[in-house]
């Protein structure tokens, strides 16, 4: 389905376009200018020309004499230019003229993107992060059809607590994970008691003796967001204190306790660049990894503890570190030694880039778009401009 885009990106990236490139790190091997071809992303194009992806809105040129000038489309010559001794990435749009008063419009859908959207798809389409307000007072699914445990496609379901009209189409979605805040900043990761081995695996779910998903431990005690995973889409079919509501698709099983949500697509950015932010906040860590919590590589996704709230954006980008631990220097000092320094902390080692395709107000999604080691869950992030 086609979803609007929104423009703050490209309004943000009209402000960046006008900043001075003088910092900008060019890379020597650069080509002179690049075609693009269908499956680049606007990634892997700075990345040819730039020593830091992330730089591209301080170098990137709008051309104003063509079509949709902040896109950029397969077939297009992409050209790396100096004026007054500033570098600038140029666009030249093969076989599309000029603008007219009567302008064709070109499909944004075949607009390259930041990131391979056939990885971010499922949480672009299936994943919504609630607020207390928002989750607080949810109609649920009271019951399937003949007290089944789970019902599919074509199947009758209840629900409670939906105050809707006949026709209307409603998602069922399934607590994933509740983020919790434990104070000073620091958010948690809890697994509801729920369904919590029966969701659609989009995290890692082995057990953690170091990562509050035990069954005593799964009640967050000050949520700031709930994640909720779509598990299918309703229609209703009769409406009361309980609605009879029809299952038209299913991405897995309804089961009493899950939640409806209202039916519409969750917008989102679909035209973002890579950029750095000034400030990032203090604290900021990935929370969640899409893998084994040993670690996730090129292309997969991280949750981290931060979003709109914290000014974080579709685009931004982190380096991530692995938090160097205390230990006792047992080989310069005697065990037991009471000197300060004998203790001390191994320092924090680069592991890779992650850069922000989703947000929420205190909850983002990222994906890993290179580094030297797997990224993984507790990694604290930083500048991009901090990587070795």
Request: hydrophobic letters at 35%; proline letters at 7%.
């Amino acid at each position: 389905m086609i979803r609007k885009l929104i423009y703050s990106t490209l309004a943000a990236l009209l402000f960046f376009g006008t900043a001075v490139a003088q910092d900008v790190s060019v890379r020597s091997d650069h080509p002179g200018e690049y075609v693009v071809v269908k499956g680049d992303t606007l990634w892997d194009i700075s990345g040819r020309f730039l020593d830091k992806p992330w730089q591209w809105p301080a170098i990137w040129h709008a051309n104003p004499q063509i079509e949709n000038p902040h896109l950029i489309y397969p077939g297009d010559v992409i050209s790396l230019v100096y004026v007054d001794g500033v570098p600038q990435l140029r666009v030249n749009r093969g076989g599309t003229k000029k603008l007219s008063p009567a302008v064709r419009v070109t499909d944004r859908n075949d607009a390259l993107r930041a990131v391979p959207f056939d990885k971010i798809s499922p949480y672009i389409r299936n994943v919504q992060v609630l607020s207390p307000e928002e989750f607080e007072g949810l109609p649920y699914i009271v019951a399937n059809n003949d007290q089944r445990m789970n019902a599919t496609y074509s199947d009758v379901t209840y629900g409670r607590g939906l105050d809707a009209a006949v026709g209307q189409v409603y998602i069922v979605a399934r607590l994933s994970s509740i983020y919790d805040d434990i104070g000073d900043g620091e958010v948690r990761r809890v697994l509801p008691k729920e369904h919590w081995k029966e969701v659609p695996n989009i995290w890692d779910r082995q057990e953690d003796p170091f990562n509050t998903v035990h069954p005593w431990d799964r009640r967050a005690k000050n949520p700031v967001g709930y994640e909720m995973i779509e598990v299918s889409r309703v229609r209703v079919a009769q409406t009361g204190e309980i609605s009879v509501l029809d299952i038209i698709r299913d991405r897995t099983e309804v089961k009493p306790g899950d939640y409806i949500l209202p039916g519409g697509d969750p917008g989102y950015e679909e035209v973002f660049f890579p950029r750095a932010m000034d400030t990032v906040p203090d604290g900021l860590r990935v929370l969640a990894t899409s893998g084994q919590r040993s670690g996730v590589g090129l292309y997969q996704i991280v949750s981290i503890n931060g979003g709109t709230s914290d000014g974080i954006m579709p685009g931004h980008v982190f380096a991530a570190f692995n938090r160097g631990k205390k230990i006792d220097d047992e080989v310069g000092y005697r065990y037991g030694s009471f000197s300060k320094d004998a203790e001390v902390r191994l320092p924090d080692v680069y592991d890779g880039i992650v850069m922000v395709f989703r947000t929420f107000d205190d909850i983002s999604y990222g994906m890993v778009m290179g580094g030297d080691r797997v990224v993984r869950e507790y990694d604290v992030l930083r500048h991009p401009d901090t990587k070795p």
